[in-house]
């Protein structure tokens, strides 16, 4: 990570994004964030995975790590979508 930032000190970065470790972080060191959103299939801190939101404005960078959390019947299945013109059209889209 001493890398990463001090990479992102010389290039002037507001913030750092960066990946692979495949474990969460979200931390401001000096003025420069250092975001890693972990992962969402293969996690390695234990969790059932995790993402990162951030925003950013002229007024600054804001965001988090968000933990995704399994909840069992809170979103029925959707129905089984049905074939047509359309759906053959974006199935074949690399085709045109």
Avoid: W
């Amino acid at each position: 990570m001493p890398r990463i930032f001090y990479r992102a000190e010389e290039e002037g970065c507001v913030a750092a994004l960066f990946g692979h470790t495949h474990k969460p972080l979200f931390v401001q060191c000096d003025d420069i964030y250092l975001i890693n959103p972990g992962s969402l299939t293969l996690p390695a801190d234990g969790t059932k995975g995790s993402y990162a939101v951030v925003t950013t404005s002229p007024q600054g960078l804001e965001g988090s790590v968000i933990y995704y959390e399994e909840k069992k019947n809170t979103v029925p299945k959707p129905a089984k979508v049905q074939g047509g013109y359309i759906r053959g059209l974006l199935n074949y889209s690399d085709r045109f």
